[in-house]
């Protein structure tokens, strides 16, 4: 039986049309199939490979890993210096900022995944604040796990599970006037510095500020999802530097780990230190921060930084607003290499997609703005990568 028919009867699927392309092989921003078929991925694996797929300097960490330990014990127990060195580096990126309190974001958790790290900021918060509301954005979503879908800001997904978690409050992103919603009842405000699937929205700076001074005001943490915009994406390692704006907690995965499955919440020490006691052990895990994982994480860090990949997202993002011009393309939203590219309607979107992956480009839309294209390609792509992709977008919108 072939890999795709075994694929429709023995994996679970999450839709009635999965694209169900077969990859034997990836390598820097291109999958291959087993008949030799070429794709470049403008997507990333969904912000996933920020440094490409298969770097060697990740590749490497894996193998030496590898031979040295996988599992030994849960997280936080033994002294692995996978997560120590990651912790440290992760920790170096954030030292010049300061939270409203003075503190240094200084300590990190590590999980499996973006929707843990946003389980274990949940918890902080309300361990931290003594407070049960959380408040989040209309069209966010961060991660389908029962806690996190309960902050998802679209029925849809969420109307066949309830009862969810109660006290969850919803606000618009960017909207000055809806602050007025976090309250000294509040315990944390969790929200993308860039809206991301709602077809990447890009607040003000006044906005994000007026947002951490209401936080601080009302004693709420602020907690900043950078689960897609983390690690070089929009052009600088955290997009909230772009902003001059600190949160109380910060969240990363996705482009974290090279390929890897781990995320991060990071915050002061004061703050995480509430999980020591009442009750001990306030949040465990088993396999957070595996050390294959963390091992791939430091590596795909440390390749950000020495390959000063994040120097070049502006240039490259305008590149693809160049090439990018047609009547049919109504607007491109973006921030550094988190692209949104507007179409009329899903219906004329999806053929494009179609079209494109056919001659050999992968891109996708967004949960919350099915009319947008969704471009976000490793930040290893070239030029000449840049001008070939765009070359098939144009063509699959003249084929319409």
Known sequence: MHQRQLFLNHLAQTSDFPLALEI???????????????????ISGIGVSNVGHRHPKVVQAIKHQVDHYLHTLVYGEY?????VLLAQALVETLA???TPSGYAIDNVYLTNSGTEAVEGAMKLAKRFTGRTEIISCFNAYHGSTQGALSLAGADFFKRQFRPLLPDIRHIHHGVLADLAYITSCTAAVVIEVISAESGIRVPSQEYLQALRDRCTETGTLLIFDEIQTGFGRTGSFWAFEQFGVVPDVLLSAKGMGGG????????????MAVFKNNPILGHITTFGGHPVSAAASLATLRTIQEENLCASVAAKAELFKKYLVH???????NQGLMMAVEFADFGELKAIIDHGIENGVVTDWFLFCDNSMRIAPPLTITEDEIRQACDVILRAIEAL
């Open 79 to 83: 002294v692995q210096a996978p997560q």
């Open 24 to 42: 034997e092989k990836a390598e820097g921003i291109w999958l291959y199939s087993p008949d030799g078929k070429a794709y470049m991925d403008l």
């Open 327 to 333: 009547p049919r393309i109504k607007e491109i939203r």
């Open 260 to 271: 890897m499955p781990i995320g991060a919440f990071m915050a002061p020490q004061p703050l």
């Open 96 to 98: 010049a900022y300061r």
